[in-house]
């Protein structure tokens, strides 16, 4: 078999699914099977798939005879058995002339086609320009499918019957130029695949050129044998360009949709978050989304920063599907600090756009099919934001608090000054509590207790006393002073610490106690008893020095003996000096 016009080294302008053609024709039959890749494209897009429109035109002159003639017809019948129902078939012999069409689905032909093609050839003649014109006739009708084929198939040359318009001079004869027109007009507005077959060496089946454009032409030789495998390659670069118009359709169409639950962000404080909702509108395709790009798109420095979270590279989006991302923004700007009085409000402000970066899952079937790699059309959306800080602290909340905190510290002021005087009065009392009471009389030892000096304590108003001798050599009351060279003894008065027997209420001991070696003799238990100090009870006759005796007398106090049961039974406590 000889292929013409397909050079394997470079892309021809003629096209890449020319190309394609020129490549299946090449592989042995049992290699043209599909990729798994391309299998999967056409189950998804078996819906989509647009149907085509094929003309076969078979030359039934008496030279076919020579070439097989039943071989390319049983091609021809084959080879309806290929197409899809819906696919639009029209088929014509002819030679002298073109014989009427079979024409309409190819489901409903299938059983048609070999009662129409006569067994044997039955023209004279070849009038390759009547056969073109009435199989462009098919392929321009309204309605046509964008899709179409036309195969030729001969044995010989341009050989018109007289009065035919189509004469040899392909180049000046006004039917063909218009015949040319037709076809250039054609193949503009659809993807026309022309294919030529010619039996035998002597055909003039590159006149196929001359009036389609040569991008749409393919033309071969051969012998009958290789018809039929010829036209099983034409099917299959049918089916490709079919799933390649759906493909391109739905890429054309198709996209992510890409939308933001609030895209004018307005809040108050130092963070926002949003939602980008990304959608694939392809009907058949999934879309890998390896992430979405954030770029600012305001100017100045910046002061709010934007990430997307819920996007990793391994996100297939299936058609219809949809992902939901989470979008973070952060104040980075320096924010006013410090205790300020009065409300203030700092605004920031940023504009980002959020590009969904995509590539398509079936990039290597897209290659085998020569459909241009571009990315999948992802909508940009542009999110702005303003995040507004509020400082200070309001006039009225400042005042507030001054007031609040002037009356805390006058409370506070009035509570100190009311403990300072009931600490007053507690000493005070304190004070007048040890303030020594009680009457003391003195005489020296011999002499009637009669005749003693008597003393009243409380008119001295004192809380500590001395026994002193007087130069005379009495003994006298006089105020305490360390400095009294004559002192006997010091008389006082101390606070009563708890326990306290049951009943009795906090108040004043008295305490005589003796003052270098003087000594203090008082009687205790029927016994007289020398003591440095005694605690000094109702009714006390005390001896000092063994010169003068001293009674002290007051009835708040308790006698001797009450005093001793109290003190033995440890709830008496009287202190230490």
Same mark, same amino acid.
């Given at each position: 078999?000889?292929?013409?016009?397909?050079?394997?080294?470079?892309?021809?302008?003629?096209?890449?699914?020319?190309?394609?053609?020129?490549?299946?024709?090449?592989?042995p039959?049992?290699?043209?099977?599909?990729?798994?890749?391309?299998?999967d494209?056409?189950?998804?897009?078996?819906?989509?798939?647009?149907?085509?429109?094929?003309?076969?035109?078979?030359?039934?002159?008496?030279s076919?005879?020579?070439?097989?003639?039943?071989?390319?017809?049983?091609?021809l019948?084959?080879?309806?058995?290929?197409?899809?129902?819906d696919?639009?078939?029209?088929?014509?012999?002819?030679?002298?002339?073109?014989?009427?069409?079979?024409?309409?689905?190819?489901?409903?032909?299938?059983?048609?086609?070999?009662?129409?093609?006569p067994?044997?050839?039955?023209?004279?003649?070849?009038?390759l320009?009547?056969?073109?014109?009435?199989?462009l006739?098919?392929?321009?009708?309204?309605?046509a499918?964008?899709?179409?084929?036309?195969?030729?198939?001969?044995?010989?040359?341009?050989?018109?019957?007289?009065?035919?318009?189509?004469?040899?001079?392909?180049?000046?004869d006004?039917?063909?130029q218009?015949?040319?027109r037709?076809?250039l007009?054609?193949?503009?507005?659809?993807?026309?695949?022309?294919?030529?077959?010619?039996?035998?060496?002597?055909?003039d089946?590159?006149?196929?050129?001359?009036?389609?454009?040569?991008?749409?032409?393919?033309?071969?030789?051969?012998?009958?044998?290789?018809?039929g495998?010829?036209?099983?390659n034409?099917?299959?670069?049918?089916?490709?360009a079919?799933?390649?118009?759906?493909?391109?359709?739905?890429?054309?169409?198709?996209?992510?949709?890409?939308?933001?639950?609030?895209?004018?962000?307005?809040?108050?404080?130092?963070?926002?978050?949003?939602?980008?909702?990304?959608?694939?509108?392809?009907?058949?395709?999934?879309?890998?989304?390896?992430?979405?790009?954030?770029?600012?798109?305001s100017?100045?420095?910046?002061?709010?920063?934007?990430?997307?979270?819920?996007?990793?590279?391994?996100?297939?989006?299936?058609?219809g599907?949809?992902i939901?991302?989470?979008?973070?923004?952060?104040?980075?700007?320096?924010?006013?600090?410090?205790?300020?009085?009065?409300?203030?409000?700092?605004?920031?402000?940023a504009?980002?756009?959020?590009?969904?970066i995509?590539?398509?899952?079936?990039? @290597?079937?897209?290659?085998?099919? %020569?459909?241009?790699?571009? /990315?999948? *059309?992802?909508?940009?959306?542009?999110?702005? &934001? +303003? #995040?507004?800080?509020?400082?200070?602290?309001?006039?009225?909340?400042?005042?507030?608090?001054?007031?609040?905190?002037?009356?805390?510290?006058?409370?506070?002021?009035?509570?100190?000054?009311?403990?300072?005087a009931?600490?007053?009065?507690?000493a005070?009392?304190?004070?007048e509590?040890?303030?020594?009471?009680?009457?003391?009389?003195?005489?020296?030892?011999?002499?009637e207790?009669?005749?003693?000096h008597?003393?009243?304590?409380?008119?001295?108003?004192?809380?500590?006393?001395?026994? @002193?001798?007087?130069?005379?050599? %009495?003994?006298?009351?006089? /105020?305490? *002073?360390?400095?009294?060279?004559?002192?006997? &003894? +010091? #008389?006082?008065?101390?606070?009563?610490?708890?326990?306290l027997?049951?009943?009795?209420?906090?108040?004043?001991?008295y305490?005589?106690?003796?003052?270098?070696?003087?000594?203090?003799?008082?009687?205790?238990?029927?016994?007289?008893?020398?003591?440095?100090?005694?605690?000094?009870?109702?009714?006390?006759?005390?001896?000092?020095?063994?010169?003068?005796?001293?009674?002290?007398?007051?009835?708040?106090?308790?006698?001797?003996?009450?005093?001793?049961s109290?003190?033995?039974?440890?709830?008496?406590?009287?202190?230490?000096?």
């Amino acid at each position: 078999m000889n292929i013409s016009s397909f050079n394997r080294k470079s892309r021809h302008p003629r096209g890449l699914l020319l190309e394609a053609l020129a490549a299946l024709l090449l592989i042995p039959p049992r290699l043209q099977v599909a990729s798994s890749f391309e299998e999967d494209l056409y189950k998804r897009f078996r819906l989509q798939l647009s149907n085509t429109d094929v003309v076969t035109l078979l030359d039934a002159s008496i030279s076919m005879k020579r070439h097989h003639y039943d071989a390319a017809r049983q091609a021809l019948i084959d080879f309806a058995s290929t197409l899809g129902d819906d696919e639009n078939l029209h088929v014509r012999i002819f030679g002298d002339t073109v014989g009427s069409q079979l024409e309409g689905r190819a489901g409903e032909l299938r059983d048609k086609i070999g009662s129409y093609l006569p067994e044997e050839p039955l023209f004279w003649h070849t009038d390759l320009g009547l056969a073109l014109a009435k199989g462009l006739d098919f392929l321009e009708r309204d309605g046509a499918s964008d899709i179409q084929a036309l195969f030729l198939i001969t044995d010989g040359l341009h050989q018109p019957p007289p009065g035919s318009p189509y004469s040899r001079d392909f180049s000046n004869d006004p039917s063909w130029q218009s015949l040319r027109r037709r076809a250039l007009a054609l193949c503009s507005r659809r993807k026309v695949l022309v294919y030529g077959f010619g039996l035998g060496h002597q055909t003039d089946i590159t006149l196929l050129r001359q009036v389609f454009p040569a991008q749409n032409v393919e033309v071969a030789t051969g012998d009958p044998s290789q018809i039929g495998q010829t036209l099983t390659n034409l099917r299959q670069l049918l089916s490709r360009a079919q799933l390649r118009q759906a493909i391109e359709t739905d890429l054309r169409t198709g996209g992510l949709h890409a939308r933001l639950d609030n895209p004018s962000v307005d809040r108050n404080g130092a963070g926002f978050d949003s939602k980008l909702d990304i959608t694939n509108a392809s009907s058949a395709l999934p879309v890998l989304i390896e992430r979405v790009e954030v770029q600012p798109a305001s100017h100045g420095p910046e002061q709010i920063t934007c990430v997307v979270e819920g996007v990793t590279p391994d996100n297939l989006l299936q058609p219809g599907g949809r992902i939901q991302a989470s979008i973070k923004g952060k104040l980075i700007a320096p924010q006013p600090s410090g205790l300020r009085i009065g409300r203030r409000e700092e605004i920031f402000e940023a504009s980002f756009r959020l590009i969904p970066i995509t590539r398509y899952k079936d990039e @290597a079937a897209f290659r085998r099919l %020569a459909i241009d790699l571009a /990315s999948p *059309n992802a909508e940009t959306v542009l999110l702005t &934001a +303003r #995040l507004r800080v509020s400082y200070g602290v309001p006039y009225w909340l400042a005042a507030l608090t001054a007031i609040a905190l002037a009356a805390v510290l006058g409370l506070l002021s009035v509570h100190i000054a009311k403990r300072k005087a009931r600490l007053r009065e507690a000493a005070q009392r304190r004070t007048e509590s040890m303030r020594l009471m009680g009457t003391i009389r003195i005489w020296p030892l011999g002499q009637e207790e009669s005749g003693g000096h008597l003393i009243d304590l409380a008119l001295m108003n004192r809380q500590d006393l001395a026994l @002193a001798i007087t130069p005379e050599g %009495a003994l006298e009351v006089i /105020s305490y *002073n360390d400095s009294i060279l004559d002192a006997v &003894a +010091r #008389l006082s008065g101390q606070l009563v610490r708890p326990p306290l027997p049951e009943g009795e209420q906090p108040g004043a001991v008295y305490r005589l106690v003796s003052v270098g070696d003087h000594t203090l003799t008082h009687e205790s238990g029927g016994a007289a008893l020398n003591a440095p100090a005694i605690t000094l009870c109702d009714n006390d006759l005390i001896e000092i020095d063994g010169r003068w005796r001293v009674r002290y007398t007051n009835h708040r106090l308790r006698t001797r003996a009450e005093f001793e049961s109290a003190e033995a039974g440890g709830t008496y406590d009287t202190g230490q000096w």
